[in-house]
């Protein structure tokens, strides 16, 4: 009853062959090998988009923080989801690399900016007035923290807010293939031709050991980054290992087919859960997460039982009255079985 | 003949084999792994240290910034080798993690401060001088940049002129093994013993994939390093694999191990370029590394014959004319053979 | 009809004269002129706190965000009422000084946090989890940025519920002269006795020609905030004229003279806009500064005629409907005489 | 006997009377007054610069540190001579502005960068090479910090290597007007036409109160400035203060006037000097500053008899034998009488 986060997983056996493999004999370090090239090509080819520079970090922390560092100056005003982990889960990383930047929080439901909510707090920043924060960029997710996945029309017309006022928009992508499966959308429309600039494209939350890429659309901003990489310490020397992740990560469709299994994983608990009496769904599930609400005697049973997810928005709220609804997030990844799911529901279908 | 950095060379099949096993199953995320429990427990026995508290990052980079950072007040001077690895190579990690902070430059043959040479740059920092920048941290390389090692009195002799004016020390351990070894010392005598406050201790060189652990003698500093690491970006997720590595290196002396093999390699290597008419050390050789001049001729005929390994101070020396000395590091590593040695040396023997 | 701002009056003539007088001879620079001993005889006399340290520099924002760096550490939240000076008119000061630190908006009425708003907002920031920035400091300000005052009980409330998470204080004190003199409080009671820990006393506003004090009332923190301060180029060289600005506005009260004089015009204003029809009032009046909405017709006259103040909240929002009310914002200082405040009035009141 | 600094000075007459003639009134405030248009116009004029940006800050360190962070990325490297302010007497300013930035200094006698010393610093600097600050920007400094003044022609030799290598050069003038005389040069060729980007023009150590000016001869980068101004806490409220100080400055020559005067003292005192037979000279005198070398007993006997100037390079060299020769530095200003001088003459004569 593993549902805690896609980061528990373990890395999926072509990961790990793939680093078996390139762990022979000598490479050049520092993103200088072979299979790093590899993943350029790769990636350029399933972006459509054959100018775009792709550099690998080793999480998505770092990926975010560096994109925004890239595209916003340090006096410039980031808008983001109020979840958004930008703001929520990052320690401030965002404004140590910008620089000292704000975060700005756009409200909306489920997750999602709305082209409204997103307009009013741009236009909330004075324009041209030297003594308030300049507007800088648009930060987007998908996969949203709330497990809804934006559309490639809902991007694309929030990116449209965005460019009207000349800003531009950086994807957090961090579970981004299970976005492009659970919204069926091609890696360039779900991108570069919705109108984002710069892409976290996550890795290790979906089958990796650790790697994420930077997707820059706009490869005239290549170098700076190369530079913040190295000087945030992000220039891995044993670059291969990341590369080698990377490319079979991208090889043959890996990376849609392992979020092809955790979003049908979610699927089966959703509906599941959606039988219960005593459950409630807080957002719609669109791709491997479900947020619902259970009566905190069953989380107290499962947690005895040793089952493993978190409560939501806070851990903790394992007191208070037995039957109050206590909501929590159920993630589900590649390694995910159908077992999984059906022996967790038989425990709480047992309790309902 | 791959003589260009232990950076080139792959992980250690123990290493490799701990990354299969860790990679069953579900664990927690961000260190809360047991494994990681196994590192500190691992490293407070090795390093005779019941307090010391250690953490894990991907580079030596990121474990040198952190650590300055941690020690180093943003208006201070951090005291280095002319030739350090933080002013040299880093592309201002250290400056920018510190929040602006300034690099001082001892200098000192074969890679070496002196106590005299160190003293006198603390000296000329005005103390208690507003308009200038304080005194902030001492930080040493050992294995050094020229390949040279300190003894445990040297080290406890620049340790002393550091407390003599209250600063804090820090030591740059990417090769820590390699000097360990090379010096026949124990851990403790080689850092807090000596007056080491926090070692960035190195994995990736000697035969892990991607791995530095940073030790804190002090543990009443560790909750600020926990966050500058997570602020940087360098909390992984997957933390297993990280903690995987550096056990399996630090289990049955296998970071020594593997560290004797590329010392003795290099020993045999300098052993045999000592005999060449044409070949001038640069420095020393203690421990895995060697700096030797060479004619340019022989180095074009290496250089198109494979071989690869960096000219030293600067790339690109292969102009000029064919008989001027021109300077080379030669690394070797765990992996290095003693054929591969030999069949370099006689690659030059044969046009010496 | 001046009511833009205090920023907008010249300075006092007792500060001409002091400016005069000191600028006799030579005098040492960095503040090692005699004029800043006697400052910091004085303060400490009114603030009846001996140990304390001033320091002067040349605005309020940089009084604010050396303060706070000084306090807060990179990784904190400050937390300030939403409208606070230092989240909406400092272009991100604070958080370039403190190094890439997070703005927490409290929220409340009249410009007023509560101990409910700010306890609630500190419970937001989860203790001791790695991933979220920590809880940094608190910063109140008074008079408010509605021109409203706290009470000293109602600062003590709010500093206790900081205090009770070990969170230090600091109060923007860019009009600390007017609160006093509205809450007819001593200096002592409403700074360090209230739980104050760091001040920034506004002299720039009141009648000096550019100058601000910050107090610390803990020398601790004093060397650090002077290299602070000299870092951020705050230090000036010919000091004199700052600590003769500052001794002149201390000296026999003259701070809380002029403050009084601004007051009490703001005072006649606002009964005189209280007998408007058409008026309404957008706040309660405590110091200096009124909020009140008037009809657009009667801005646009006024605009017309050469008054000046700014419309609240925002500025162009001359065009609409007639009649509408329109938000404005009018400061009265310490030059404001009563019959520019009856001419204005009686401008007004012919076109109620 | 007040040879310590221009620092140490008093306001020249027409700054008191411009600040008292501008403090009538109410004026818009952060640079919106009309002074601060006559400002713009006359600078401009005076540097044939129609184009030209500028903007008022109230120190030089402010000046320098802004300038150097426009055009400077935090990964950059500075060429700054070795003695520069920018490198030993800011705390760090320059590092804290720029977000992390690396000093580098070049070599040469008597406060000056040769072309040489000049090429090989950059060179030095590895070109497109991730692991290494990048080449940034040059700073020179002209009155040196050794009294010096480069002629228009060095200077332009000195931009022509920056150029050559695309870098910005940025000009400390703290002491212009005093180099402008010296060399007999105009403003426009002592900057821009030789080849300067960025101007801190001194106003403070030449009869000002405290006001500099920065002036941009390329305006694209005027808003950038303008936020890191405001954003560094240098945007004046009350600025018309530090408009009326340029303004007074700049007008029917002022500035050369105070910096002529200056200059003759210097020359008076340094002829004085020379006729001495225990003196030397450490440097030429070229402007407004003189370094030379007296007995120690000398320097005992002026200290005790109130003298006041800085021993040099360091303070506190009084202990040592008595006839040993030891540097010092002294500074004439705009204040300094003829009869300064020979006072101050006659005192050491007595006793040469």
Known sequence: MQFASDNSSGAAPEIMAA?????????????????MDRVRRLSREIFEAPEAEVYLVNNGTTANALSLATYCPPWGAVYCHEAAHVEVDECGAPEFYIGG???????????????????????ATPQGFVHATQRGAVTLTNVTEAGTVYSVDEMTALCAVAKSYGLPVHLDGAR???????????????????????????????GCMGVEAVVLFDPSKAWEFELRRKRGGHLFSKHRYLSAQMEAYLTDGLWLKLAAIANARAERLADGIAAFRSAAFLHPRDANMIFAALPRRLHRTLHEAGARYHLWPHAAMLD?????????RFVCSWSTTE???DAFLAFIRDRD
């Open 339 to 341: 077992g999984d799911v």
């Open 176 to 206: 981004f293939a299970n976005a492009l499966v659970a919204a069926d959308a091609s890696p360039a429309d779900m991108s570069w031709r919705a109108g984002i600039d710069i892409l976290s494209l996550g890795g290790t939350k979906n």
């Open 320 to 328: 208070g009255p037995e039957d109050d609804p206590v909501g929590a």
């Open 19 to 35: 680093l078996s493999a390139i762990n022979e004999g000598y490479a050049p370090s520092y993103g200088a090998d072979g299979a």
């Open 101 to 123: 930047g704000k975060l700005v929080k756009v409200r909306g439901e489920d997750g999602k900016m709305t082209p409204e909510t997103l307009r009013r707090a741009i236009e």
